[in-house]
């Protein structure tokens, strides 16, 4: 998120609980998340349990939004969601070393919001 206000400013956005710095945005209805992702011209999600197979519904609300999502990979994901979505997962994965993944994101906000 640093990254993210450092270059975009008020423009980028984060909700959830946790969240501290000018984009903290704070916790939103559940009913929000399809539209604050529609919204977006990216969307990231990080799951607070590292577990085999397990994602909670804010990762298929999110897909379905049609925007690009950052999301931290799970072992499994291959099997459930398909060998394509789960390599895009291995080479941007949150975990490993930003910079590749700060440069394919990049182009993808020009100042759009950031949902996390």
Not at 5 to 23: C, F, I, L, R
Not at 35 to 48: K, Q, T, W
Not at 60 to 79: E, H, K, M, S, T
Not at 85 to 112: C, F, H, M, N, Q
């Amino acid at each position: 998120m640093k990254a993210l206000e450092q270059t975009y400013g008020a423009s980028s956005a984060v909700y959830g609980s946790g969240w501290k710095g000018p984009s903290a945005k704070g916790p939103r209805e559940f009913d929000e998340q399809q539209r604050l992702n529609a919204g977006s011209r990216i969307a990231a999600g990080i799951e607070c349990l590292f577990s085999p197979w397990y994602f909670s519904n804010r990762l298929p609300i999110a897909l379905a939004c049609g925007v690009p999502l950052i999301y931290r990979r799970n072992p499994g994901f291959d099997q459930v969601f398909g060998k394509g979505l789960a390599a895009d997962a291995r080479e941007s994965s949150a975990d490993a070393d930003p910079k590749p993944l700060w440069r394919r994101v990049r182009p993808l906000i020009s100042g759009g919001r950031v949902y996390g």
